[in-house]
């Protein structure tokens, strides 16, 4: 069974820094896209930044320059690193990837279960 565990998530004063990590666990023949996503209290999930296999990235405007996104495809694991963090930024944020795993018919997106950042004022 193949999963996302996120991991790097916590509580962080204005202007502080943090790293998330995400690792993929189980039969994993290949990993396309990565990212991650964020959702606040009563908003809609969004991309936050994404990297394809071979290293492009992109990002939101509001974390452009703060924020960096970058992948270990030997590890199949994607880190997103956090700096000048804003109250903003509060929010659970979520592992993604799009991957073609032992069982299934071709690539499939993947999910991790989340990790709650929240910066305070």
């Known amino acids: 069974q193949v999963q996302l565990v996120e991991s790097g998530g916590g509580l962080v004063q204005a202007g502080g820094s943090l790293r998330l990590s995400c690792a993929a666990s189980?039969?994993?023949?290949?990993?396309?896209?990565m990212g991650w996503y964020r959702q606040a209290p009563g908003k809609s999930r969004e991309l936050v930044a994404a990297i394809t296999h071979g290293g492009d990235t992109n990002y939101a405007d509001s974390v452009k320059v703060r924020f960096t996104i970058s992948r270990d495809n030997a590890k199949n694991a994607v880190y997103l690193e956090m700096n000048s963090l804003k109250p903003e930024d509060t929010a659970v944020y979520y592992c993604?990837?799009?991957?073609?795993?032992?069982?299934?018919?071709?690539?499939?997106?993947?999910w991790g279960q989340g990790t709650l950042v929240t910066v305070s004022s």
């Open positions: 189980g039969s994993i023949f290949s990993i396309n896209g």
């Open positions: 993604n990837a799009v991957l073609w795993a032992a069982g299934t018919a071709g690539y499939l997106e993947v």
